[in-house]
């Protein structure tokens, strides 16, 4: 199957930083979604983004699915971005694989 | 919309019980998945349904059973609970299989001691 590695495993930011989150995939997949857990464990999507480039607020992706990957731009942080964002992608059937997520602590 | 719901929020099981997490949504959403998260992981499918009277299983479905009665509901079975089966669980679901957002519930704490 798929296998979907994320970096950093782990960050801290100084409230007001930007960060970039990566996701790489070992294989192509058709959909590629990213997702916030936070602190209190809901799971909450942030985009579904299979190519090109996304953008939510401070928050925007982008993926090259001809390079196998996914970037996730965090703009002036803010301590409620704190928690876990996950990427998850699958081929062309129901599976979507879960990388194992990029823990983010932003301080105050 | 209350979105996804699933009930309940913890639970502790004894080795060797069953139980049954509830997940309903109210968004008409023909596909609904059941996941696990071990602590410090990323989630695991267990099972899936892409509409009414039709399951498949996941990743890691050994344990479990699932059945898809309507469209709204979405129960996972877990038949004598073992230790192993202590984790997060989550129910999600998508109006068209993974190629559209998929959105979750708040998540079952489940203990198995």
């Known amino acids: 199957g798929i296998q979907v590695e994320q970096s950093p495993p782990d960050l801290i930011l100084q409230e007001g930083a930007n960060s970039t989150l990566r996701c790489n995939f070992s294989?192509?997949?058709?959909?590629l979604q990213w997702f916030h857990q936070n602190p209190w464990g809901q799971l909450i999507n942030l985009f579904y983004?299979?190519?090109g480039t996304k953008q939510n607020g401070r928050l925007s992706a982008t993926t090259v699915a001809t390079e196998r990957y996914s970037l996730l731009y965090i703009s002036s942080s803010q301590t409620t971005d704190s928690g876990v964002y996950f990427c998850?992608?699958?081929?062309?059937?129901?599976?979507?694989?879960f990388g194992g997520g990029t823990r983010l602590m932003v301080k105050p | 919309n209350a979105g996804v719901t699933q009930t309940p929020k913890f639970r502790i099981l004894k080795i060797g019980q069953s139980m049954t997490l509830q997940c309903t949504q109210d968004?008409?959403?023909?596909?609904m998945y059941w996941y696990r998260q071990d602590p410090g992981m990323g989630l695991k499918l267990i099972y899936y349904?892409?509409?009414?009277?039709?399951?498949d299983k996941g990743e890691v479905p050994n344990g479990y059973n699932v059945s898809r009665s309507t469209t709204e509901d979405f129960p996972l079975r877990l038949e004598l609970a073992a230790p192993s089966q202590t984790s997060v669980y989550f129910c999600?679901?998508?109006?068209?299989?993974?190629?559209?957002?998929?959105?979750f519930g708040s998540g079952t704490q489940l203990s198995v001691l």
């Open positions: 968004m008409n959403h023909n596909y």
């Open positions: 349904s892409v509409g009414a009277g039709i399951t």
């Open positions: 999600a679901s998508s109006r068209q299989g993974l190629s559209e957002k998929l959105f």
């Open positions: 294989d192509s997949v058709n959909n």
């Open positions: 998850a992608g699958g081929d062309a059937g129901n599976m979507l694989t």
């Open positions: 983004i299979p190519s």
